[in-house]
């Protein structure tokens, strides 16, 4: 029996086979459908390896392979995916610690984790600030003086570095993990809650994303300024993506598998490809009408503008319909890659980060050439893949030689779990 | 639209006739652009017009032309060669009579948009330029400014210039691949252009347009010399862009062209 179908309920099998779905005994608080452990969901680490290249790629100078990433092709990007797998696996690696367990236990294990994250965070930090002394040092073209003024907090390193430990003071692409971070320190509340009403953690959580809105709250940053992803904000895909994966997407099955979604979904997929085509194609923008341009813009990423989570979730719903979770594909060779970079998400997202530094680097000191940039976005890319390849290698050894008394639920890493 | 491909067409022959010109650079009426300015027209184009400037140029009117920048619009010990002086040359060397187009430039280093917009009505009095060409963002992109507020202040800037009867041309930041990864840019170039849109007023896209020449290859922006041969060559080609940017917005096309 696969009882992995109740995880990941989100599938249209799950209507199909309703027999498979009955509720895990174990499960204390009937409003959770409690999290199994079985079969890997592949999707998910599939679209997590996925966003993660494109982070890398959307991080690195525009050329010719940035056209391959969504973001160019509708409002939402691969920060929404990321963002959204990880509530999804989160909550369903932690969430079973937490019915398993109990809070303590788990608000435990997520604390180390977010410690992890914090850690990756401030390696990258130092790597980025030997980056920037080296340029501020070497750099000097008259062109760009005024572009220099950057490198003035090299002035004042205590107090720049203290407020990056505070995660007040961020460098560009560096966003990611402190909102991570964030999420996943108010993943026991969230959890918590989900055990006792899911459907009203998801409306409290759709409440502050409103109110955030209305209010115009934020979180303030070093030296001036906001975080560029509003955590008040996007904690909405990461609280959607929980409630998916404690039963939300089984229950909303039948909405997924309606056509009248279907054609919703498509309908909104191509009017926003459209809109995107206007901003590459500028002969076009005069088809555009300009009152919906003044009500459209600007599309918000800091605070998750509507637009863009209606987009991920049109996106989702198409994806969850036309590849189903057994479909063969996900056991291919040629999937395989962006699987491994998926199921390791926090050490490939941080070396996809360090990559597309390195990658600026030798752009800027080598050559800039368009062969140099595909050179280098190519070997980035095989370079996750290489090492995600050796991790998974490394988990098996281990997980072979080591402890006998090392089983799934310990192990954080079974659904990706950060 | 038909006099749009005719002109191309000119400047385009003028592009090829061009080399042998290049020598002469430095002169401050090189009479046609040289072949490293060229751009795609989409990049020069805009929808938005400047009524007032064709206004003063068919009443023979002197067209008085302010640029209002930050440390951007210059260069280090060499202004002569930056690019409002070099748009002050070609537009003289197009429109006649020269005499009648005068370009000043007010430097508001290391000012936000908001605290330039606060010099506006003041600069305004004393100045009563035609046009007005707001070079901003790279300050406010730096300190990481709500794009929020910068939106608004480059609104309040826009219509202070505007309540204050002249044309506008917005321009944004430069592209700096050097920085790309310290400084955010997408945020303030998407907030100009709403601004733009919704006053209706030219955007130079100077960030597409430097981005366009460091990818064909004509300019290398990475390149960390500390010469200003660079930043000259790059700013002639920016005051040239400028000039025909003007010139379309506000219509003056081959009749009012000196070619």
Redesign the interface.
């Known amino acids: 029996m696969t009882i992995a179908d109740q995880v990941t309920g989100s599938t249209i099998a799950g209507t199909a086979k309703p027999v498979e779905a009955r509720p895990e005994p174990r499960s204390a608080a009937p409003a959770v459908t409690l999290p199994a452990i079985g079969e890997r969901e592949l999707r998910l680490d599939l679209f997590r390896g996925l966003a993660l290249w494109l982070i890398f790629v959307d991080h690195l100078p525009p050329s010719l392979l940035t056209w391959f990433t969504i973001r160019n092709y509708g409002f939402s990007d691969a920060t929404e995916i990321f963002i959204f797998i990880s509530g999804y696996t989160a909550a369903f690696v932690y969430g079973r610690a937490m019915l398993e367990s109990g809070f303590v236990i788990a608000t435990a294990r997520i604390l180390r984790r977010v410690w992890q994250i914090y850690v990756a965070h401030v390696f990258l930090f130092t790597i980025f600030l030997a980056e920037i002394s080296y340029v501020a040092t070497s750099f000097e073209n008259p062109l760009y003086t005024e572009e220099m003024g950057i490198m003035d907090f090299l002035k004042q390193p205590d107090v720049t570095i203290v407020q990056a430990l505070l995660l007040r003071f961020r460098p560009v692409n560096m966003d990611v993990l402190p909102l991570y971070i964030v999420l996943m320190l108010a993943l026991p509340l969230i959890l918590w809650s989900m055990k006792w009403r899911p459907d009203v953690t998801l409306a409290l959580s759709v409440v502050l994303y409103a109110v955030t809105w209305e209010f115009d709250l934020y979180f303030s940053a070093y030296p001036n300024g906001f975080w560029a992803f509003n955590p008040l904000a996007w904690q909405l895909l990461f609280v959607f993506g929980a409630w998916c994966a404690l039963g939300g997407a089984r229950r909303m099955s039948r909405i997924l598998a309606s056509p009248v979604t279907m054609w919703i979904a498509i309908a909104y997929v191509v009017a926003a490809f459209y809109v995107t085509l206007t901003w590459y194609v500028p002969q076009l923008s005069h088809l555009m009408p300009k009152r919906l341009e003044q009500w459209m813009y600007p599309i918000d990423k800091t605070d998750l503008d509507v637009l863009r989570f209606t987009h991920f979730l049109a996106l989702a719903a198409l994806i969850v319909r036309f590849l189903p979770r057994d479909w063969p594909g996900l056991k291919s060779a040629w999937l395989r890659p962006l699987i491994l970079c998926g199921q390791h998400s926090l050490e490939i997202f941080c070396l996809g980060v360090f990559l597309a530094f390195a990658g600026h680097f030798i752009l800027a000191e080598v050559s800039g050439g368009a062969a140099m940039h595909a050179l280098i976005s190519l070997s980035g890319i095989l370079i996750m893949w290489g090492v995600a390849w050796v991790i998974s290698w490394y988990k098996r050894v281990a997980d072979k030689s080591g402890a006998k008394t090392k089983n799934a639920v310990g192990n954080a890493d079974l659904a990706g779990g950060g | 639209m038909k006099a749009k491909v005719l002109l191309s067409l000119v400047l385009l022959c003028g592009n090829l006739a061009a080399p042998l010109a290049r020598a002469g650079d430095a002169a401050p009426t090189a009479p046609a652009a040289p072949p490293a300015c060229e751009l795609p027209s989409?990049l020069l184009?805009t929808?938005s017009q400047l009524p007032k400037v064709a206004d003063a140029i068919k009443a023979g009117k002197p067209l008085e032309i302010l640029v209002i920048g930050?440390?951007?619009t210059t260069?280090?010990a060499?202004e002569d060669s930056s690019y409002p002086a070099r748009m002050q040359a070609i537009l003289r060397d197009r429109l006649l009579p020269s005499e009648a187009v005068h370009v000043s430039v007010e430097i508001q280093?290391?000012k936000t948009a908001e605290e330039a917009a606060a010099t506006f009505v003041k600069l305004m009095e004393a100045k009563k330029p035609t046009l007005v060409i707001w070079q901003t963002g790279?300050?406010d992109a730096?300190?990481?400014?709500?794009?929020d507020d910068f939106?608004g202040a480059v609104t309040e800037g826009v219509s202070a210039l505007q309540n204050a009867g002249a044309d506008v041309v917005l321009m944004n930041l430069?592209y700096?691949?050097?920085?790309?990864?310290?400084?955010?840019v997408p945020?303030y170039l998407?907030?100009m252009r709403?601004v733009a849109?919704?006053h209706d007023v030219p955007l130079f896209d100077r960030f597409a347009i430097m981005?366009q020449w460091?990818d064909q290859?004509q300019f290398?922006?990475?390149?960390?010399?500390?010469?200003?041969e660079?930043?000259k060559q790059?700013h002639d080609c920016l005051g040239r862009a400028l000039a025909q940017f003007v010139i379309d917005a506000a219509h003056l096309g081959p009749a009012g062209q000196q070619n």
């Open positions: 989409y184009t929808e930050s440390r951007s260069i280090p060499s280093s290391k790279t300050v730096i300190r990481a400014i709500d794009p939106r430069q700096s691949p050097r920085t790309e990864t310290m400084i955010s945020p998407d907030n709403v849109q919704e981005r460091n290859g290398d922006l990475f390149s960390p010399s500390r010469g200003p660079l930043a790059v």
